[in-house]
């Protein structure tokens, strides 16, 4: 394994670490699976990337089998195809195809339809999400530097 391979491992299984403490934080929320987060043009938001959630996506694509296509992506739920903006990531059967990989942005739940517990305070989250800019800047130089999800994996 090359150094950078074996570099991208250990702040991979630093972000998992990181993902877990997330998840644990927001154990008490709910979410309807309407993936109505998943569709940006209705929430008018999307998540941004970091380097190192993008190399996690990638290696949970190639894992499967590499990127959805296009016919395998999910449908629109609305007439206006070109305003809604899908997720990439999200599958015919309305699934996200790398969801134990998913990024910081699609773990926190800014669904409208959410079913809202305790969750973190607003300084855990931000602390949260400098520890991931510091393990992407550490990835790469800039690395931290957030796009969003669809300027990444988008066609």
């Not at 998840?23 to 569709?39: H, I, N």
């Not at 938001?45 to 993008?54: D, K």
């Amino acid at each position: 394994m090359s150094a950078p391979d074996s570099t991208d491992s250990a702040l991979l299984r630093e972000l998992r670490a990181l993902y877990a403490q997330v998840d644990a934080l927001y154990s008490d929320w709910s979410c309807p699976g309407s993936t109505e987060c998943c569709r940006f043009g209705i929430t008018g938001r999307q998540p941004y990337v970091t380097s190192i959630e993008v190399t996690a996506i990638e290696r949970a694509l190639a894992q499967r089998g590499g990127p959805l296509h296009a016919k395998k992506r999910a449908l629109p739920l609305t007439a206006d195809v070109a305003h809604e903006r899908i997720c990439p990531l999200l599958d015919r059967q309305g699934r996200c195809s790398v969801y134990a990989d998913r990024p910081l942005g699609c773990r926190t739940f800014y669904c409208e339809r959410a079913s809202a517990g305790a969750g973190p305070a607003r300084e855990q989250l931000r602390e949260l999400v400098r520890r991931l800019q510091e393990l992407a800047s550490r990835q790469r130089m800039g690395g931290e530097l957030a796009r969003p999800i669809t300027r990444v994996f988008g066609d």
